[in-house]
């Protein structure tokens, strides 16, 4: 498919017959993510998305993603009770989750019986839609857990995740559509991680992909840049079926444009919608006086919505920087950001442009971290990073600059990649380790998000059941201690997600 001009495609959307326009909130899962931390505590979840349910959306997005971890490791609370009191309070609206294919919601590949076993048991928790995506776009991550939704009863949703490189064009992204359209997909999403999307590549790409696949295409896309609201009005004109938004109190900056203004959008566009006003405003009232919380507790930090245009440039998502600005703190050397941000293009096109999401996101963003702060490239590289040019996290979608994988092999342990139905199934072997500190045989689901997690879900635990830690052969660490990724009394500063890939410089 060639380059299509802009007179042809507006022709051919005059040709698209417009469907009514659906709006999934995302408010409690990604835009908690994005501009609180995943902080956001379950009363509020519960009482937002209780008003969000009233609203009529075309879904609500409540799980998944960095919100399973950040569950037990920081709020004390277990991401799979979460699931059931949100379905409990949202009887009207069905329910979306984010899943990173065969990471599942972690950051390296499990087993498929692990794979399998989370996605049957949210289902049955509540999810409707899963929206799953591979870091890389690579089909081989995915196919499992396509297979497993597909078996379980859920509506797939086929995440693109969205990138700009040399590699990546309409082209790519129509190829990938189509694969993903053969193994399954009820939906497609074009994921924009980093609010990147420029409003006419949106209008291009939305309208070559409405051209190629009947399936109901779905933009999701962050105010990073602050563009967002053109960008949604232009692929809402090329005949988007769904778009992402937040209730407008927790909207804007690394988190999503307001559902009040995307319904702007789409009486600019002219296309129906059909919320329900008052319960919309009843939602925004509720929201405006829960946020004042998170002002006063500094959860919620000004820094996260102040727009950057400059991340059309870098592409790093709003979560990534955060964790970047986290690293630099811990060494004092928070001055360099913009060298780094430098850096991390550099990286990305040495990896074969990899799109900067989890767990990439946060390999490419370490790895630039110490490219700066050492003062010479590749001097320390990550474990993570001396896996992927082995090619166990898949296939990159571009060249990796082979100078640069000859020095990290130099360094790394010679690894080779492991089919998924190769990987050993954990299941039995796990739940006797829980049987051992809980004291009681443990539920399915406990044990699959202990093999996802199992240090913060044994602390959870072993903290629920106030075990005394100085008479017990098990560490029990404080929820303090869980959360703290600093030492030496330097400042605590908290991660928009996780630190999978935390930075220990040498001391001398």
């Not at 037990?72 to 979306?96: D, G, H, V």
């Amino acid at each position: 498919m060639g380059h299509l001009s802009w007179a042809i495609l507006i022709n051919l959307v005059k040709e698209v017959k417009m469907s009514k326009l659906g709006i999934q909130d995302v408010t409690v899962r990604d835009g908690n993510q994005s501009i609180l931390a995943t902080r956001m505590k379950r009363e509020d979840i519960l009482a937002i998305a209780a008003a969000l349910d009233k609203v009529g959306f075309y879904s609500l997005e409540v799980w998944g993603g960095a919100t399973f971890d950040s569950a037990y490791r920081f709020l004390n609370q277990s991401a799979w009770e979460n699931l059931r009191e949100i379905n409990k309070a949202t009887p009207n609206t069905k329910l979306s989750m984010l899943l990173r294919g065969q990471n599942v919601v972690g950051y390296h590949h499990y087993d498929n019986d692990t794979l399998e076993r989370f996605i049957r048991l949210t289902i049955e928790n509540g999810i409707d839609i899963l929206r799953v995506f591979d870091a890389l776009n690579d089909p081989d991550n995915l196919r499992n857990a396509f297979k497993f939704t597909k078996k379980h009863g859920g509506h797939l949703q086929a995440a693109i995740a969205y990138t700009v490189s040399p590699v990546h064009n309409n082209d790519y992204y129509i190829k990938l559509v189509k694969t993903y359209e053969s193994m399954g997909a009820d939906s497609i999403c074009i994921k924009d991680m980093s609010g990147i999307i420029t409003p006419q590549t949106a209008y291009e790409l939305v309208s070559a992909i409405k051209q190629a696949t009947d399936l109901p295409l779905n933009l999701h896309s962050h105010t990073t840049a602050n563009a967002t609201s053109l960008v949604m009005e232009q692929a809402m004109k090329a005949g988007v079926d769904v778009v992402d938004g937040c209730i407008s109190p927790f909207s804007g900056g690394t988190a999503h444009l307001a559902d009040e203004t995307l319904l702007e959008a789409a009486k600019l566009a002219g296309r129906k919608t059909a919320l329900n006003m008052e319960a919309l405003d009843e939602a925004y009232e509720l929201a405006n006086s829960i946020v004042e919380k998170y002002i006063e507790s500094g959860d919620l930090r000004v820094r996260s919505l102040i727009p950057n245009p400059k991340i059309l440039k870098y592409q790093v998502p709003g979560g990534m920087l955060s964790n970047l600005l986290s690293q630099l703190e811990q060494q004092k050397q928070s001055h360099k950001l913009n060298d780094v941000l430098q850096e991390i293009p550099k990286v990305r096109k040495d990896m074969g442009y990899p799109p900067l999401v989890t767990p990439l996101s946060q390999m490419v963003g370490t790895q630039a971290v110490f490219n700066v702060l050492l003062g010479e490239r590749y001097k320390i590289v990550p474990n993570e990073i001396k896996d992927y040019v082995q090619g166990l996290y898949g296939q990159a979608p571009g060249e990796l600059n082979q100078d640069i994988v000859n020095h990290i092999r130099q360094q790394s342990e010679k690894k080779e990649a492991v089919l998924p139905e190769d990987l050993p199934f954990l299941y039995e072997k796990n739940k006797k380790v829980m049987q051992e500190f809980l004291e009681r045989e443990p539920e399915e689901e406990e044990v699959v998000a202990y093999t996802i997690f199992p240090e913060p879900v044994k602390n959870f635990y072993l903290n629920s059941i106030e075990v005394d830690s100085e008479d017990s052969e098990y560490k029990v660490e404080s929820q303090a201690e869980q959360a703290s990724f600093t030492s030496n009394n330097t400042k605590r500063t908290d991660p928009a997600e996780p630190i999978a890939f935390r930075m220990v410089l040498p001391t001398t």
